[in-house]
């Protein structure tokens, strides 16, 4: 698995800390699974934009 070096504020890794000890889950996972979530919802949003468009235009060459 590859590592990456990133920067954020102490009081956010604080944060990012709690939850994780909450849920009795490493840092690292709990942040891969936060960058998932927002990969997928990224992905949903782009879909509904791109089936919004495609109505759209259905709608303008009907």
Not at 20 to 34: K, Q
Not at 41 to 48: D, G, I, L, N, T
């Amino acid at each position: 698995m590859a590592r990456v070096l990133i920067s954020m504020p102490e009081e956010f890794l604080g944060k990012i800390d709690e939850v994780a000890d909450g849920e009795n889950r490493s840092r690292s996972e709990l942040i891969r699974e936060a960058l998932r979530t927002y990969i997928h919802r990224s992905r949903v949003r782009s879909s509904a934009s791109s089936a919004k468009a495609a109505t759209l235009l259905e709608a303008l060459l009907d």
